[in-house]
């Protein structure tokens, strides 16, 4: 996604940031860090906090997206529609209220809890949670259709969320 972004040579009004955590099984343990240095909390908030319009996490293998999670931030949804909507023919527009499948606890867990407008992206599973953490989780099971579309789709994104003129919502 940021390699597009690049390319095509856009230039986003806010800042478009590519975090990459580790720990996320033990407790969050990278998100959470990164959040306490760079946002605070809730209660005791940085500046750097009301910045952040909003955190887009890619954390369920290389399925193809179908959506966002709202992660109870039903404010958010009618823009987040909105910004799906180009998206629709490609089957990449749901927007969906409850994780489907498995419960989720990822990384946008710790952006939430901070108050920070954070989703996951709803996604093909790809058998992904029978193989998730094991030898045979390897780069060979992606498919680069899905790798492509899914890159285009949170640069457009990150794109359109950085030239708003409003922040997405945060979560009420």
Same mark, same amino acid.
């Given at each position: 996604?940021?390699?597009?972004?690049?390319?095509?040579?856009?230039?986003?009004?806010?800042?478009?940031?590519?975090?990459?955590?580790?720990?996320?099984?033990?407790?969050?343990?990278?998100?959470?860090?990164?959040?306490?240095?760079?946002?605070?909390?809730?209660?005791?908030?940085?500046?750097?906090?009301?910045?952040?319009?909003?955190?887009?996490?890619?954390?369920?293998?290389?399925?193809?997206?179908?959506?966002? =999670?709202?992660?109870?931030?039903?404010?958010?949804?009618?823009?987040?529609?909105?910004?799906?909507?180009?998206?629709?023919?490609?089957?990449?527009?749901?927007?969906?209220?409850? =994780?489907?499948?498995?419960?989720? =606890?990822?990384?946008?867990?710790?952006?939430?809890?901070?108050?920070?407008?954070?989703?996951?992206?709803?996604?093909?599973?790809?058998? =992904?949670?029978?193989?998730?953490?094991?030898?045979?989780?390897?780069?060979?099971?992606?498919?680069?259709?899905?790798?492509?579309?899914?890159?285009?789709?949170?640069?457009?994104?990150?794109?359109?969320?950085?030239?708003?003129?409003?922040?997405?919502?945060?979560?009420?």
């Amino acid at each position: 996604a940021m390699r597009i972004l690049k390319r095509m040579g856009f230039k986003p009004q806010r800042a478009i940031r590519l975090i990459l955590f580790d720990g996320e099984e033990y407790g969050l343990l990278g998100s959470r860090a990164y959040v306490r240095k760079h946002f605070g909390t809730k209660a005791v908030s940085t500046p750097e906090h009301g910045k952040v319009s909003a955190v887009f996490n890619l954390d369920a293998g290389a399925g193809r997206i179908r959506g966002i =999670y709202l992660a109870g931030n039903t404010q958010a949804e009618p823009e987040l529609r909105r910004l799906l909507q180009p998206w629709k023919s490609e089957g990449s527009a749901t927007i969906a209220h409850r =994780y489907p499948g498995v419960g989720i =606890y990822s990384d946008e867990v710790s952006f939430n809890f901070a108050g920070i407008p954070a989703f996951i992206f709803v996604q093909d599973p790809l058998d =992904y949670w029978s193989r998730m953490h094991s030898t045979s989780d390897t780069f060979d099971k992606s498919w680069t259709p899905n790798l492509k579309h899914n890159a285009a789709l949170i640069a457009w994104l990150a794109l359109q969320t950085a030239n708003a003129k409003e922040k997405l919502p945060r979560r009420q």
